[in-house]
Each structure stands twice: as C-alpha cells, then as structure tokens.
C-alpha cells in the first residue's frame, strides 16, 4: 500500500483543516518545500498536495508555490484543488504532475472526466468526499442528493482507475477512518482506492493495509506527530 503524506496550501501557507471547515485553518509548517523534503528523506515516494484556495475559487490559486514544492524533490505528486478545465489539467501534468485529481468536476461535469481520462488514462483520478454518505463539493462548502457508491460506478464506468475517498468528518479529527465506508467502497468498484482523512497512528495504517488499498494519505498525524512516516512507509510495505 502506497503512504501518500500531504501538503495542503491555503494563502500560501503550509496548513490543515479540521472536518474541512476553512475557518479552522492552522499553520503546521512554516516552508512546504522543506516539508516535501522531509517526507522524501522519510522513505514516501509520493506527495498529496491541493490547493485550498483554489478548490473554492474553482480554479488555481496557489500554483507557483505548488510547482516549487514539485521541483524541489523526487517525489511524485498527486495534485488537486481548483481543476475544473482541461487547461489546468494540460498545465499540471505538463509541469511534471503525475496525477491530477478532479473533485467537484466529478460531480458536477463528468464530460470533463471523461475528456480527461480518454487523454490521461491513469494519471486522472476521483477525490469523492462524502459527509454521511453523501457527495460533498466546492472545497465541502456543497454536499449534494447523490451517494459516494453511485459516484464512485459512475467514475469507474468513465474509466478511471484512481479515486480517493474521504469521509469529512474523521478528516483532521484524529479518530481514524471510516473503515466500514472504504471497505464497501472497495468491494463495490474496481478502481485503485485511496484513503483519506481520519488517520492517527500506525494501527490505523496497519488497518487500512489489510483492506487491500492501493493507498492512504496521511496529513494532520504526521504534523502532530501522532504517526511517524518511516513507520507508515514500512507498514505500507509489508515490512513492519
């Protein structure tokens, strides 16, 4: 199982959310780029990173410092946050972005998936971010009448092959995540699933590893120390 830490940027800055609620933004570091550098020396071979503003603003946002944090280390990054245009999925993934994730795009225009996987194949993936089961979009600020199962088959008639799944209200809560939502949802599609928010400690990635996921992101518990990445990687490995 891939160990995928996480930078989130809102106003230039190095932060965390707690159940994604923007108003409760909190600087964890004070430079991305030594954070990314970290995690590589750590063992990760991937980097989470999205751009807060940008989810809300539908568009990119925080792009120069994203692409420094890129070029600074040889981590592959996933990247999303504002990506509702086939231009910002071009500019991403010509800037050496190695998956790009559409979210609310998802949701609201999945012609643009579509248009997007028949180009990118796998470097185009899901994020499907659910509160009590349901659809959440526009940086969670929207959730909407439609199931995270029946979005996710949709997906996966499209043709991707990626989806992250977060369940917003373990998302910066430390509480672990929704084991039963991840379990059903990788019983239910083919898709490479991807864990998101909730995670505390290396029981949890233990946890997650024995669902079978392709992945699972780690934010908040690496910043408070919680979880230690060499750790994660190892676990996700199948070497501790």
């Known amino acids: 199982m891939i160990i995928l830490p996480a930078i989130d940027i809102m106003d230039g800055?190095?932060?965390?959310?707690?159940?994604?609620?923007?108003?409760?933004?909190?600087?964890?570091?004070?430079?991305?780029?030594?954070?990314?550098?970290?995690?590589?020396?750590?063992?990760?071979?991937?980097?989470?990173?999205?751009?807060?503003?940008?989810?809300?603003?539908?568009?990119?946002?925080?792009?120069?410092?994203?692409?420094?944090?890129?070029?600074?280390?040889?981590?592959?990054?996933?990247?999303?946050?504002?990506?509702?245009?086939?231009?910002?999925?071009?500019?991403y993934l010509s800037q050496g972005v190695s998956r790009v994730i559409l979210g609310s795009a998802a949701l609201k225009d999945p012609a643009l998936v579509k248009k997007a996987v028949r180009?990118?194949?796998?470097?185009?993936?899901?994020?499907?971010?659910?509160?009590?089961?349901?659809?959440?979009?526009?940086?969670?600020?929207?959730?909407?009448?439609?199931?995270?199962?029946?979005?996710?088959?949709?997906?996966?008639?499209?043709?991707?092959q990626y989806l992250i799944f977060t369940d917003i209200s373990r998302d910066g809560m430390l509480t672990g995540p929704n084991i039963e939502m991840l379990a059903e949802l990788e019983h239910t599609v083919s898709c490479r699933v991807i864990a998101s928010g909730g995670v505390s400690s290396a029981d949890d990635i233990r946890a997650l590893a024995g669902l079978n996921l392709y992945g699972a992101i780690c934010g908040k518990a690496l910043y408070t120390g919680d979880l230690n990445l060499d750790e994660a990687v190892a676990i996700g490995r199948g070497v501790a």
């Not at 994604?20 to 990314?36: F, I, L, Q, S």
């Not at 971010?129 to 979009?137: E, H, L, S």
């Open 119 to 160: 180009k990118y194949g796998e470097r185009v993936a899901v994020g499907i971010d659910a509160k009590n089961g349901f659809v959440a979009a526009e940086g969670w600020t929207q959730t909407s009448d439609v199931s995270y199962l029946d979005l996710a088959k949709q997906m996966e008639a499209i043709g991707v």
């Open 13 to 91: 800055q190095c932060v965390r959310l707690v159940r994604g609620d923007y108003g409760t933004a909190h600087k964890v570091a004070e430079d991305a780029v030594a954070v990314a550098q970290a995690f590589e020396k750590s063992g990760a071979e991937w980097l989470h990173m999205v751009d807060l503003n940008g989810a809300v603003a539908t568009e990119p946002v925080n792009s120069e410092l994203l692409m420094q944090v890129l070029n600074s280390c040889r981590l592959k990054v996933e990247l999303g946050g504002g990506i509702r245009s086939m231009e910002t999925v071009d500019f």
